[in-house]
């Protein structure tokens, strides 16, 4: 199990970034947590098997809603955390 959390820039808010962000996890069996930060980003604590979450990760920096736009995206790795499924934060 890895976990990772990720910092992502561009256009992600008021795009449906953070719901589209919950379908991919669920799609691909990631747990953790989306919120918009006050910034203007997205940050998200995503954990799943290694392939899923790089997969999962590759999704994220292409953008999971047509409307939305990765500029720049920062990952650090983290310890896993014990969560169940993907939850929107606010």
Same mark, same amino acid.
């Given at each position: 199990?890895?976990?990772?959390?990720?910092? /992502? &820039?561009?256009?992600? *808010? !008021?795009?449906?970034?953070?719901?589209? $962000?919950? +379908?991919?996890?669920?799609?691909?069996?990631?747990a953790?947590?989306?919120?918009?930060?006050?910034?203007?980003? /997205? &940050?998200?604590?995503? *954990? !799943?098997?290694?392939?899923?979450?790089? $997969?999962? +990760?590759?999704?994220?920096?292409?953008?999971?809603?047509?409307?939305?736009?990765?500029?720049k995206?920062?990952?650090?790795?983290?310890p896993?955390?014990?969560?169940?499924?993907?939850?929107? $934060?606010?």
């Open positions: 199990m890895q976990a990772v959390k990720l910092h /992502v &820039y561009g256009r992600v *808010q !008021g795009v449906g970034f953070r719901y589209c $962000t919950k +379908i991919v996890a669920e799609d691909l069996g990631i953790g947590i989306v919120r918009n930060d006050a910034d203007g980003s /997205v &940050y998200i604590e995503a *954990q !799943g098997e290694l392939t899923k979450l790089e $997969t999962f +990760i590759n999704r994220i920096k292409a953008s999971p809603t047509p409307s939305g736009k990765v500029d995206m920062i990952i650090r790795k983290i896993p955390i014990d969560y169940s499924g993907f939850q929107i $934060t606010y």
